[in-house]
């Protein structure tokens, strides 16, 4: 019963296919089967996950996996060792036995991810909670003759509903009766501008939804006039309905970010798997070439030391870090005006490709305004208005004013199009409460759809006259005569030439024209009317949009006008502002949906404005751009936009015009409902990722060098350079701070010239890798320069000499070890000052302003000296306290990563030059 196109239907057919009457509607027994058989007029939504659920959901990554593998692995190892210490007679200590704190580290890490990710997706399930507040809690129908209130969800197919101004529309329904009757359809369509009803009307085929006049929807308002109509469709088969269906059904995709990491961590997993498998055949081999001690037990070591040290080729801080960086950036995201309600999304900006934008209120400013009026053969442009003097010019703006029922003086309220006729002649100086001082009205014919005209009649000091505005044709037909400066005369042929050749012009361009005329005399008569002139209106573009499309050409990234409005109006606002310069670039939403999936995947190769598109059809273009391997973002206000903003990889809401709907089902709203928020957003999401980037190489170079350093030393049978809370102490602590402090580097000036990045690019791509592997070898050769100092120190000159000095003077072990671990620390500050600048000099730190660089470098310093320094602390670390020249040499090999940093700099310039 549900399934017809209705305004092809006349109201005799509809009343046939609903099985109803157009004067009666349904009996009450009727109406109760019909509730009984088709159900409850009601949006329904699919069961929400529980908060539990959703916090074990966010455990389901590859990154996770990798931290609760290095969990289970040191466990079984504490547990062993724990099994032998206590076997031993020694009593248990958290400290001293075991990797205990490396599990209880890394699992408040992975369980801190886990909150904030349950947090922010229970933030992001509320969108269907605002659409249901869109619907009327009760309507009025007729049932049995009889008319009565019931409840909007009790509404059925058939039944006879009766509207009237500010009425909540509780179902889709096909009109029976029309009285000047307007609506506001902007949830559905993204247009402000009040849509005219007309219950006489049939179409011959379907139309699209904001060309539909015999039909009004489901929680838009009556804003003029009333009427009445059939409920044609109810529950989730109305057009909101549709949408919390396409809400309901949107499959949640990961972000780039996301995909790159769940990336990275299965080639750290691999990784950690081929060190165990090296370590332990190299433990192996010397076991049978040492040929000491108890087998068995060289064997349960050997494979305990193998899986310890794929342990520390896990990064355990990385989600950690990940997750603060981000957090920064949704704070530096507050500064471009934008607030971001999913976190990964912070990053996603950066990737854009392809933005599909909404025209109105984004693009443009949502404020229908004259900007140029004709009078007496002449164009005035809004930017004289002002100033100017002209008689019948200020006669135009009066008559516009008082033949408006819209009010701005005090509280703006009324129509769009009268409100702009009121601003008009406001900016001309004559404020609507003066002018209706000065002429009160005393009578008035309403606009009504077929005269397309509104009169209104007012005491002048000279008499009575009544203006009359409306459509160009209504008016033309009823004008005999014209003002001519200070007079009125006959209008000639030549005048309408000249007018109709005007209008045209305004036509062409997409301005929307009303005509004035008035008439002396005592009461309303639109006939023989005195043509006074005519204005034009537009929803001007915003000042700042075209320089943001020229800034997102110059980056890379094409912008796309998806909208609700007709397409010369689009194509005159898009063409404008450089989005397109051609009609051929121009699609309507009934192309759309002619096309195939791969004719629009081909279609949005070329063409930048898709206008009178429904909701569906902004989904269908979103994912097509998505399908030609773009990154989109998309953005809109109205509750039509939310399927597209949820389909796209990045939905952005504006946050003063936009409904509860539209912002939450937004990855982030921007607050000043501005289109040059979104390219500052897309520079600080670029800048992120960037940061990212630099963490990622920064703390992967820290752990090549700890497991470089260690499986060396293991391959030539010398003891381990780093014990365990050494590791733990690097990855977590030391490594952790310049991380953060790289996560808050200023942005590249020049960030916006680079093309958008390959979303299958990989975190490595652009020298990413040579560095994490060049720089880790560094730092590992920092690492065995100081480790090997100690025993040269303590007087071994040979290999064999250093190897039977370490394994027999646990002091000098000490010593050594104390070194490495250092030098590892110290070599990450330094090398956290090349990552920071890296093609330029170090010395560029300086004029970074980057305090928490500095901070980082401080506090690094600092509880490092305390670790090695403060003897009851250095128990805890199994370090000691080293001399003057230990520092001296410990603190130059740290410097190792900066020098090699800055001769790669000096080369590069010698090299362009």
């Known amino acids: 019963?549900?399934?017809?196109?209705?305004?092809?239907?006349?109201?005799?057919?509809?009343?046939?296919?609903?099985?109803?009457?157009?004067?009666?509607?349904?009996?009450?027994?009727?109406?109760?089967?019909?509730?009984?058989?088709?159900?409850?007029?009601?949006?329904?939504?699919?069961?929400?996950?529980?908060?539990?659920?959703?916090?074990?959901?966010q455990l389901k990554d590859p990154m996770?996996?990798?931290?609760?593998?290095?969990?289970?692995?040191?466990?079984?190892?504490?547990?062993?060792?724990?099994?032998?210490?206590?076997?031993?007679?020694?009593?248990?200590?958290?400290?001293?036995?075991?990797?205990?704190?490396?599990?209880?580290?890394?699992?408040?890490v992975i369980l801190l991810n886990a909150l904030i990710g349950t947090v922010q997706e229970i933030k992001a399930q509320s969108s269907l909670d605002a659409l249901k507040k869109l619907s009327s809690p009760e309507s009025t129908v007729i049932r049995g003759g009889k008319r009565m209130r019931v409840k909007s969800e009790d509404l059925v197919l058939g039944d006879l509903v009766v509207l009237e101004e500010g009425d909540t529309i509780g179902a889709d329904l096909r009109l029976t009766e029309s009285y000047n009757m307007k609506v506001n359809e902007s949830s559905l369509t993204g247009e402000s501008a009040q849509v005219e009803k007309d219950a006489s009307l049939t179409f011959s085929e379907p139309v699209g939804i904001g060309d539909r006049k015999n039909m009004v929807y489901m929680s838009t308002p009556v804003t003029y006039g009333r009427g009445s109509g059939i409920v044609c469709r109810h529950g989730m088969n109305t057009e909101i309905g549709r949408i919390a269906t396409a809400l309901d059904n949107e499959v949640e995709e990961q972000t780039p970010l996301q995909k790159v990491l769940a990336g990275l961590s299965k080639t750290l997993g691999l990784m950690a798997l081929g060190v165990v498998f090296f370590v332990l055949a190299a433990d192996i081999t010397w076991l049978f070439v040492d040929g000491n001690g108890s087998v068995v037990e060289a064997y349960v070591e050997a494979i305990l030391s193998a899986i310890a040290l794929a342990v520390a080729a896990i990064p355990e801080g990385l989600p950690a870090v990940v997750t603060i960086v981000l957090a920064l950036g949704v704070r530096k995201m507050v500064n471009a005006n934008t607030i971001v309600r999913k976190l990964p999304s912070v990053e996603t900006l950066g990737a854009v490709s392809v933005v599909c934008s909404d025209k109105t209120g984004t693009l443009t400013q949502n404020r229908m305004t004259v900007v140029e009026a004709y009078v007496g053969g002449n164009v005035t442009l809004r930017e004289n208005f002002p100033q100017s003097t002209d008689t019948t010019l200020r006669l135009l703006a009066q008559g516009m004013s008082l033949c408006s029922n819209a009010v701005v003086d005090s509280g703006v309220s009324g129509d769009p199009t009268e409100i702009a006729l009121v601003r008009f002649a406001n900016e001309m100086g004559m404020p609507k409460s003066v002018l209706e001082a000065d002429s009160p009205r005393i009578d008035e014919l309403p606009f009504d759809s077929d005269r397309k005209m509104m009169s209104t009649l007012h005491k002048t000091q000279s008499g009575t006259r009544s203006f009359t505005k409306g459509a160009f044709d209504s008016i033309m037909r009823r004008a005999t005569k014209i003002v001519d400066g200070d007079t009125v005369r006959p209008m000639t042929e030549a005048d309408r030439q000249t007018i109709s050749d005007a209008n045209s012009a305004f036509s062409e361009r997409a301005l929307r024209v009303l005509t004035l005329a008035f008439r002396d005399g005592d009461s309303i008569l639109e006939e023989d009317l005195v043509f006074v002139g005519m204005v034009a209106m537009v929803d001007p573009e915003r000042p700042e949009a075209k320089g943001a499309v020229e800034k997102f050409v110059r980056a890379g990234i094409e912008t796309v006008m998806i909208t609700g409005d007709h397409k010369d109006t689009a194509f005159a606002i898009a063409k404008n502002l450089g989005i397109c310069h051609s009609k051929e670039q121009c699609r309507t939403g009934a192309e759309v949906d002619a096309m195939t999936e791969e004719e629009l995947r081909e279609a949005c190769k070329t063409v930048r404005v898709f206008a009178r598109v429904s909701p569906e059809n902004k989904v269908q273009i979103v994912k097509a751009f998505k399908a030609n391997g773009n990154i989109c973002a998309m953005t809109g206000d109205g509750v039509n936009d939310a399927p597209s903003l949820k389909a796209a990889d990045i939905g952005i809401a504006m946050g003063i015009t936009g409904t509860d709907v539209a912002k939450s089902a937004a990855d982030m709203v921007l607050t000043d409902d501005n289109f040059a928020s979104i390219e500052k957003a897309v520079e600080e999401g670029r800048s992120i990722y960037a940061n990212i980037k630099k963490t990622v190489c920064f703390l992967l170079s820290s752990n090549i060098a700890e497991v470089f350093a260690m499986f060396v030393l293991i391959c030539v049978g010398l003891p381990a350079p780093l014990i365990a809370i050494h590791l733990l102490w690097v990855n977590l602590i030391t490594d952790s701070l310049p991380a953060i402090a790289l996560g808050m580097d200023p942005k590249s000036p020049d960030i916006l010239d680079e093309k958008p990045r390959d979303p299958k690019e990989s975190i490595f791509h652009g020298g990413g890798l040579r560095n994490v592997i060049l720089y880790g070898a560094v730092l590992t050769v920092s690492v065995l320069c100081a480790y090997v100092a100690a025993a040269v120190m303590g007087g071994a000159s040979t290999f064999g000499e250093i190897k039977s000095l370490l394994a027999s003077d646990a002091s000098v072990l000490a010593q050594a070890r104390t070194m490495a671990f250092t030098a590892l620390a110290f070599g990450e500050l330094f090398h956290m000052l090349g990552v920071s600048t890296?093609?330029?000099?170090?010395?560029?730190?300086?004029?970074n302003k980057n305090g928490m660089m500095a901070l980082a470098f401080a506090v690094g310093l600092g509880l490092q000296l305390i670790v090695v320094q403060v003897s009851a602390v250095g128990a805890i670390f199994s370090t000691v306290p080293l001399g003057l020249t230990q520092w001296l040499i410990t603190g130059a090999l740290a410097l190792l990563p900066l020098v090699i940093h800055e001769l790669e700099v000096l080369i590069r310039r010698i090299f362009k030059k």
């Not at 890296?838 to 004029?847: D, K, L, N, P, T």
Request: net charge negative; charged share 25%; proline share 2%.
């Open 1 to 57: 019963m549900e399934t017809k196109e209705f305004e092809t239907l006349s109201l005799k057919e509809t009343c046939e296919a609903l099985q109803t009457d157009a004067v009666n509607g349904l009996t009450e027994e009727e109406a109760a089967a019909r509730l009984q058989k088709y159900g409850k007029n009601k949006l329904e939504e699919k069961k929400k996950m529980s908060p539990i659920a959703i916090f074990f959901s």
């Open 64 to 108: 996770i996996y990798v931290l609760f593998a290095a969990i289970a692995v040191t466990a079984g190892i504490s547990i062993y060792e724990t099994i032998h210490w206590i076997k031993a007679g020694n009593a248990f200590d958290f400290l001293a036995v075991g990797d205990w704190p490396d599990v209880v580290i890394i699992l408040a």
């Open 838 to 847: 890296g093609r330029h000099s170090a010395v560029q730190v300086f004029r």
